[in-house]
Structure formats: structure tokens, C-alpha cells
């Protein structure tokens, strides 16, 4: 693990580990990768992805409109709101 | 009866943020399907208790502060909890410090209006003093709500401890497991396949899937963003490497990683695969045997050691209860349907 590989990974991430703690997560991360090569032994062959542990498949609803919360009590959560939209800072200038 | 939650449960009106700073006065908009049931049951809401962000707190270090949940059972500021124990600590710290903590079935219990962290294996549980108190909890949280996806069809659950026909039990090759054999309940040591492998296993799939849900914290629709970001990048990067604490930060760029090209096939792909493996071995474990009994500690603080514990319930979907035996405490594991058989197991070594 090097500092690029990790920085490649906050990007993708979108955050960025302040520098006290960036050794840490470096040696975390090496840590952790090195343990995961445990699983190149399990013989997988045939054996499908796993995604649901429920036998359940779609579930669907009736196809009924209903009203969950007001778009008004979401914007009240929201950092910035402006006419009934989320605001944000300038994005181009 | 009196009830809390972990702040990552929503009780409408209520500052909700999962113990992070990137919910900092976060007013939850609407309640939990588990909070509108046990009111509707008649117990009494005590508030909210601070949990560990996302439920991942110290996940990557050495750390084991008793949580705030176990403090307020112990300190009889309630008769139960209602948490989210994602990779076992409350499992572990219940059974050490003479509480209980059950974990449902996937799918019994509705995760509507809970904060998600690892939306394949998050499930409210109850975290509780008595057996009794726990299960009466557990049977008034339990049913089905069309407000979550994956809760299952039955209308409502009945759980208690009264089970008596015979009990087979599948013992942990481990000497703190020690179930007496009775008229009714039967041991015998059973193979448990995986278990090298269940905490990378759980580790991958886990961080995946924190490292998805946190993507909603973007700074712009709810929550916290930094202060003079410019322009939508900086709002994204600086409120989120401000607003998340280390282990939030590194379970998601290990998420990145397990999800990215390298390492998708041999890491991410593989534990999906693996996992199907561990569930069609453990199901046809659990036809043969009613329960299965492990250690809920293993001792010393490594975490990512100890996860190979608790990861069949999250992995499997199955019923967990942890509880004191011991010095280790014991967790017993069972499948759908065979819910009250591991409770009555339960009530027999508590007693």
C-alpha cells in the first residue's frame, strides 16, 4: 500500500484522512489487504454470488400513489434550500 | 415496560445522527417501524442513546469502551434496547456484563426508519436485562412491513421460552462451551466449516456495503457540510473528510477498495461467493442440528479476530441470542422456525 494507492481510493472515496491519522490508515489498509489473500485458497468453482440471504424475490406493491412526507419537511433538513430546491455553493464559475 | 434506542433508530422529532458528526442535528423526519410498534405495545419511550458511527466505531483498533447501551441496561434507565450490533460488540459486551442480546431473523423485524450501515446484514435487536422482557420486545417489533423490502410476509411473530420438546445442540469445539445434557436437550460437537475465513469475509462485504450507504452524506441534503467549501467537489470532499470520523473514512475507501477493478473478482465477487457457500453449509448444518452454540468471546481485543463469532447471524440471515455462561458467554444460533427452541435453550442455562 503507498501513498498513491491510497490517495486513488480517498478520491474514489471522496474524503481525505487528515495527516495524523494517514499513517494509520495506510498500515490499516496494508494490514487488511494482506489478510483478505486468505480467501485465494476456498475452492469457489460453480458457486454463485451470494446477494440476498432471503429466498424472497421482487416485492412489489400495488401501483397506488401515497404520500410519504412533504417535500417541504425534507428541505427544512437540508443544509441550504432555496425556492423548494437544495442549494449548493457555486459550481461554475 | 420502558424502552430505548440507539440514536441510529429514528423516533420522529427526535436528533437522530448514528454518533456522527455528519448527522449533527439531524431531526429525524418520521419514526422507525420498531419505535411506532412498541408504542402501539404500550411501553414507554426513555430516549435515544449515543451509538458508535454507523455502528463501526473502533472497528479497526484495540479499543472496547463499554458501550453506551450496556451502560443504560446496567444502570436500569430501561427494561431493553432496541440496537443495530453490526459486528458483534454488543453481542460480546451483553454476555460479559451479565446482560442478553438477541438478534432476529433477517427479514422478521423491519429496518424502516433505521439508519443503514450494512443493509444486507443490519437487523434492530434487543438489547435487555431479563429473557422474558427481551422476548416480549422482540414479539412487538416483529412482522411485516411494506414500508422495508426485505421484511418477510408474516403478519406478526410470537416468540417465548417455553419450548419443550427436544433440543439438539451443535457445540463449538471450545471449552467454554458447556451445555448439560438433559432429557431434553442434546449436544454434540459440531464441524463448523469457514470460520477461518468468516472475518474476511465479513469485513469485505461489510465495508462494501458502508462504504455505498455513505455515500447519501454528500453535504447538500441533509446533514453537515463544511464551512466556505467552493463549489460542489469541495462540498463533497471537505464536508465528508470533516464529517465522518477515522473508522467511517476507512471502512469506506476499504469499500472502494474491495469494490475496485483489481480487486472486485479475487475480494468483493469471492466473498459473495463464499457466503454462498457458508449459508447452503450452515442451513444443512441447521437441519440437522436445532441450534448451534459458539463462545461470545473469545478474549483479548482483537476485533477483527473476534468477528469470526459473530458473522454466521449476519451472513446466514439467522436468530442470534448471546448471553452469560460462563466466563466467555455463549451466543446460540438458529434458523427461521426454530426461534422459541433456542430460547428455551436459553432460559435453561440462564437458570
Known sequence: MTDATLSAYEAMAKLRFDNDSRAWAMNTLSRLEENFQALS???TTGAEPLVSVLDTQNVFREDKAVKFIEREELLELAFEEYDGYFQVPKTID | MKFMMQDCIMAAGEICTAGSKMLRGFRAPFSAAVFERCESAGMEFAGLIPSDEFGIDGLFDQSDAVDASVTAVLEDKCDAVLCNDVFGKLRRQAASNGLIYIRPVYGTVSRFGLIPAVSSMDQVGVLCRSLED??????????HDSRDGTSLPQEAYSYNADNTRAVTVGLA????????????????????KYFGVMPQVLYILGAAEISNNTTRYDGVKFGFRAEDARGLEDVYLRSRSEGFGQDAKLASVVG????????YEPLYHKS?????????YYDGLLEKFDVIALPANLGGNDKYAQ????ALPLLCGYASVALPHNDSGVQFICKRGNENAM???AREVLT
Open chain 2, 173 to 192: 469445539d471450545h471449552p467454554a462451551v458447556t451445555i448439560n445434557q438433559t432429557d431434553h436437550i442434546k449436544t454434540a460437537n459440531a464441524e463448523l
Open chain 2, 272 to 280: 459473495m461467493q463464499i457466503r454462498r457457500l457458508i449459508k447452503e
Open chain 2, 134 to 143: 427481551g422476548l416480549a420486545v422482540l414479539s412487538a417489533i416483529s412482522g
Open chain 2, 343 to 345: 430460547f428455551s435453550l
Open chain 2, 307 to 310: 468477528s469470526a463469532l459473530y
Open chain 2, 256 to 263: 472502494c477498495m474491495v469494490l475496485s477493478k483489481e480487486h
Open chain 1, 41 to 43: 485458497p476456498v475452492d
